[in-house]
């Protein structure tokens, strides 16, 4: 695990356990020092068990851009379409949307699209050091991620994706409609072009991976608190303790990866940051037959299509409400219509329905490096739409910082005040 161990034992305190925090927690013990991951959650019902389960190497395009911001309006009176707002909310989001609005500037879709790729360049790698370590390597399946499109309008709309794939080293095969038969059998024959990542894979159940790597942390030591964290506070002048319902405990080191949630953290230490939830909704379907063989991403439906372990998963949508607000089901169960239209022999029947919180900022990039004015207390969260792909590789690098270690990538993109 990226070089030596054997830097003086800590005790750290690590604030969340999705798959960012397990992540960091792991590491970190495994570097051998005393630590205690707190969350309140379930590990198997949180954001890092409901996504789509791509390991999305390729993901490196930003939501800002300015194909999607001149489509917002658009977007928003279409029942099908895939942002929805719930007003009450908008004076709350209103900086977070005005820096998405700059963030759309070309010069910043290219500096942001290449920072998401020089981090997703050690994507996989981790994954599977963190897999082989913990005995989940089943888990994850080098598929691809396919991309289809119906239209030649929506093919020829995409072309500035493809060109930011090439600019940033992504490798992709373009497939004729044969391929995509031959590739998919079980999508219906309804589409004309589609692009494959051959290096992004998929996680066939992220639920239970991130259950499992609960469980191999408490077996290599680590202790799980299952507490909210109220607070940091000071001691002798360091921020070093955690306090939960129950009491508080003090540690040399803190690493706050509560994705969505992590802000008041920072807030408490002093500093503001842009990040929101983009809540998305999953509907599990029955596995069709013949089942999908990958993800597959339908372009111009906003729409993923998972074939997990226990069943087909389709992903959908970003809403913008906080994290409060009750789930609405009825766009995402909208969509199993045109599910049921992308892939043969698929029954139109809700095995279950799930609301998750992508920790997202502005400008896509994740938030990665000290707090701050604090040197003991390190940052990993705002993954956004693919926090599953980075959760091991930031929870990685930032038991290199405690350790002292080099991380061995440029963290100037990811700095907590960039
Ligand atoms: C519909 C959908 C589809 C997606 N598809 C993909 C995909 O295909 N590929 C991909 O890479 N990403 C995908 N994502 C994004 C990805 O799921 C998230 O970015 C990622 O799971 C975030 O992980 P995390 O560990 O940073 O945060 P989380 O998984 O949200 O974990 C944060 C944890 O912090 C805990 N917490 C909160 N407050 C406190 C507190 N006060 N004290 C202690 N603990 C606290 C929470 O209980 C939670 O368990 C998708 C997301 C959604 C919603």
């Not at 900086?95 to 020089?118: C, I, Q």
């Not at 050091?129 to 991620?145: D, N, Q």
Request: proline share 7%; charged share 20%; hydrophobic share 40%.
């Amino acid at each position: 695990m990226n070089g030596e161990r054997g830097t003086k034992p800590q005790r750290v305190g690590v604030i969340g356990g999705g798959i960012t925090g397990i992540s960091a927690a792991i590491f970190l013990r495994r570097d051998g020092h005393d630590v205690t991951l707190f969350d309140p959650g379930d590990p198997g019902a949180g954001t890092s068990s409901g996504n789509a389960g791509v390991i999305s190497t390729g993901g490196i395009i930003p939501t800002a851009t300015p194909y999607v911001l001149k489509r917002i309006p658009k977007m928003l009176l279409d029942p099908y379409g895939p942002l929805t707002i719930r007003w009450r909310y908008l004076p709350a989001i209103a900086p977070w949307l005005a820096s998405l609005v700059l963030n759309g500037m070309p010069s910043r879709v290219e500096a942001n699209a290449r920072a998401k790729a020089a981090l997703l360049d050690h994507a996989y790698d981790t994954y599977r050091i963190l897999t082989r370590e913990t005995g989940t390597e089943a888990y994850v399946k080098h598929t691809g991620l396919l991309t289809v499109f119906e239209t030649d309008t929506g093919w020829r709309r995409a072309q500035w994706v493809l060109d930011l794939l090439r600019r940033c080293g992504r490798n992709f095969e373009v497939l004729s409609q044969d391929q995509i038969r031959q590739m998919e059998p079980g999508l219906a024959p309804i589409f004309r072009h589609a692009y494959l990542l051959p290096e992004n894979g998929m996680i066939v159940h992220p639920g239970k991976l991130v259950i499992e790597l609960h469980a191999a942390f408490q077996r290599m030591g680590g202790t799980i608190v299952k507490q909210n964290v109220q607070r940091i506070e000071r001691v002798d002048g360091m921020a070093r303790r955690l306090v939960t319902e129950r009491g508080s405990e003090d540690f040399d080191s803190l690493v706050v990866s509560a994705g969505a949630w992590s802000k008041q953290f920072l807030r408490q230490l002093g500093t503001r940051v842009l990040l929101d939830a983009e809540r998305g909704y999953h509907i599990m379907l029955p596995q069709p037959d013949p089942g999908l063989r990958r993800p597959v991403n339908v372009y111009e439906d906003t729409m993923f299509l998972s074939p997990m372990q226990h069943g087909l998963r389709l992903t959908t949508g970003v809403e913008l409400a906080g994290t409060e607000a009750p789930p609405d089901y009825t766009r995402a169960r909208r969509m199993i219509k045109r599910a049921a239209r992308a892939v043969t022999n698929l029954e139109q029947r809700e095995q279950s329905a799930w609301l998750g919180f992508r920790p997202s900022t502005p400008n896509s990039v994740p938030f990665i490096g000290r707090a701050p004015g604090h040197a003991n207390v390190y940052c990993a969260f705002g993954g956004g739409h693919i926090g599953m792909t980075l959760g091991p590789i930031s929870g990685r690098i930032a038991a290199d910082l405690v350790a002292g270690r080099d991380p061995g990538v440029d963290l100037s993109p990811y700095a907590v005040d960039r």
